[in-house]
């Protein structure tokens, strides 16, 4: 009796932990897990020590705290993927506490079960690819949705010291997730924003003393934890060095992610003004801009700048925004037939806004116009927010999957929290017919998933299979660089861009002998540190005065743009082709005429 006492009070944990072991196998033995992009395995580099031979706290995509807290499990045992593990409890640990407090909202174990099935399904049908390859934009999601979600769920007639020791989690899962992709946060924040002024707005009494000191400690207590992230991250990142880094780095991040790099023939005039030639210009190209010390903080600025003036020269911004209407329209409504649509997320959207709506209308106790009005304002406003970010981000052309998903989940999370609080008003409220609607929504949730979980499997196939393929080559190439221990190589962007890597599978995490010739770690201090490890002070001299050190591309690429420019510094040079890897890379010296 007393372990069956024990089974009864803990069942909600328990359903919640079986559900999230469910997918972890499944995903495990199916997939294995990734990391996204190669962006994602530099990531994992530097905090690992694979970059500069030391487990490091600057990881410059993450806050300080967070990539430094990290790094120190690196540097307690060093061959463990600390990392992958990281991403992974993230994850998973988002998903339980969802799950687990979903389940408080269900009072028989069949409603319990019919909400794990439907929560089981829809969390592989939607979610399966960011769950086999981790990609931190949308961990910080994850964590921040799921903060949305328990505040919302908070029960909202608890005592004003009750209800903030309830949301203590609430405000540390949005510090973790704004120390992880601070950006990201910032741009889900105005909807965590919808979502607590929704919630006061569900209070009997609005304006009164208990609700301000409520909901405003919340608020303020995310805001503080941006406050003590930013600061101290801007304390950590203080040196000369990484200052001119960071300017170096928002101004690269602007010309190649929101920008357009002008052609040169029709630009030469600018690019002559700011000292760059065209070999120079080919550099910002092919992303292998490190080869050219000079090309700095303040010429990315000036290049960035200009690159603005032209766009909006080119579209002014009432045309801007009538093109991102368009596109806003077709993602949100259109279906699985067309190359603008953001199936099945926008589906499963549309449906909620839907479920949400009728249950509210559904709940007795106010005439129907009192009730419309309240959730109509509710919703409104909430499609509102989204809109304004929609079109922010579709207006700045930066819209890919990792931050569009990421986009819809919160606002899926808000809108499921809803859902829950008014079905179980509902379900107590009402004794007729309507009464069965909840468990009607949950079939139906659960059909949904049904219906878009085998194209959801398809895509992650060929993704990891897509994945799989390209790393045979790439596995082949870095085993003989790390095999070449007294020489370095340098490879061209372009020709890595393809490669990610296994989580938790041939982990290595020894010095490597081997950079690209750019990306966003370029030129910052870790990159001066690794190729100081080296002996390397300068990318185009090392390549051309050490015998030891290398270029690398892929078979068959140009190598006309690097003797152009060097030819153009007035050091004209020869490659000689010194082996081939795989038969799908180049290795070659570099050497002066």
Same mark, same amino acid.
Do not use: K, W
């Given at each position: 009796m007393a372990f069956k006492a024990y089974l009864k009070k803990r069942e909600n944990f328990i359903g919640a932990l079986l559900l999230i072991l469910v997918v972890l196998v499944f995903t495990a033995v199916r997939y294995d897990y990734y990391f996204d992009l190669n962006d994602d395995v530099l990531m994992k580099d530097i905090l690992a020590g694979v970059y500069t031979g030391t487990p490091e706290g600057h990881n410059i995509q993450m806050l300080w705290l967070v990539s430094a807290f990290i790094s120190v499990f690196y540097r307690i045992i060093r061959g463990l993927p600390w990392y992958g593990i990281f991403l992974c409890v993230c994850h998973y640990g988002s998903l339980f506490l969802v799950v687990h407090r979903s389940l408080s909202f269900c009072r028989k174990w069949t409603g319990k079960l019919m909400l794990l099935l439907a929560e089981g399904v829809l969390i592989i049908a939607l979610f399966l690819d960011h769950l086999v390859s981790a990609q931190y934009t949308v961990t910080c999601t994850l964590l921040a949705s799921a903060a949305a979600f328990l505040f919302l769920t908070t029960d909202i007639t608890l005592p004003v010291k009750e209800f903030l020791k309830k949301n203590v989690g609430t405000v540390l899962l949005v510090f973790l997730a704004y120390l992880i992709r601070s950006e990201m946060l910032l741009l889900v924040l105005p909807l965590i924003c919808a979502a607590g002024v929704i919630k006061w707005g569900c209070e009997k009494k609005i304006f009164i003393k208990e609700n301000f000191i409520k909901y405003l400690t919340v608020i303020g207590a995310i805001l503080l934890g941006i406050v003590i992230g930013q600061v101290s991250h801007r304390i950590a990142y203080g040196s000369v060095g990484w200052r001119t880094f960071t300017?170096?780095?928002?101004?690269?991040?602007?010309?190649?992610?929101?920008?357009?790099?002008? !052609?040169? @023939?029709?630009?030469?005039?600018?690019?002559?003004?700011?000292?760059?030639?065209? +070999? *120079?210009?080919?550099?910002?190209?092919?992303?292998?801009?490190?080869?050219?010390?000079?090309? !700095?903080? @303040?010429?990315?600025?000036?290049?960035?700048?200009?690159?603005?003036?032209?766009? +909006? *020269?080119?579209?002014?911004?009432?045309?801007?925004?009538?093109?991102?209407?368009?596109?806003y329209v077709r993602r949100t409504l259109y279906g699985p037939s067309h190359n603008e649509s953001d199936y099945p997320w926008n589906l499963v959207i549309l449906f909620s806004y839907l479920a949400v709506f009728l249950t509210a209308m559904s709940i007795p106790g106010e005439k129907p116009g009192i009730r419309f009005f309240r959730i109509f304002w509710k919703l409104g406003f909430l499609g509102a927010v989204r809109t304004v970010l929609w079109l922010w981000l579709i207006m700045r052309d930066r819209v890919p999957v990792r931050i569009s998903h990421s986009m819809y989940l919160m606002e899926l999370s808000i809108l499921a929290a809803l859902l829950l609080l008014q079905c179980r008003e509902l379900s107590e409220q009402r004794q007729d017919l309507l009464s069965k609607l909840p468990a009607l929504l949950g079939v139906l949730y659960l059909l949904l998933g049904v219906v878009i979980l085998p194209s959801s499997i398809a895509l992650t196939d060929r993704d990891v299979e897509t994945k799989s393929e390209n790393n045979v080559r790439y596995d082949a190439l870095y085993r003989y660089l790390r095999e070449q221990k007294g020489s370095f190589y340098f490879i061209d962007v372009y020709s890595s861009v393809a490669y990610t890597e296994k989580m938790f599978v041939n982990v290595d995490n020894s010095l490597a002998n081997y950079d690209i010739m750019g990306g966003w770690a370029c030129k910052s201090p870790l990159w001066r540190k690794k190729l100081s490890a080296f002996g390397i002070e300068n990318m185009e001299e090392a390549l051309t005065d050490r015998s030891d050190v290398y270029y690398v591309q892929e078979k068959g690429a140009d190598t006309g743009w690097l003797s152009e420019y060097y030819e153009d510094h007035g050091d004209p040079i020869s490659l000689t082709l010194v082996d081939t890897v795989d038969d799908s890379f180049e290795i070659y010296s570099v050497t002066a005429q």
């Open positions: 300017e170096y780095f928002d101004n690269r991040t602007e010309l190649y992610d929101f920008q357009v790099l002008p !052609d040169y @023939e029709e630009h030469q005039a600018f690019y002559e003004s700011v000292g760059l030639t065209e +070999s *120079e210009r080919a550099l910002l190209d092919n992303y292998n801009f490190g080869l050219d010390e000079e090309i !700095d903080e @303040e010429l990315l600025g000036e290049i960035a700048r200009y690159a603005s003036r032209c766009r +909006s *020269e080119e579209m002014p911004f009432t045309e801007r925004l009538q093109n991102a209407l368009g596109n």
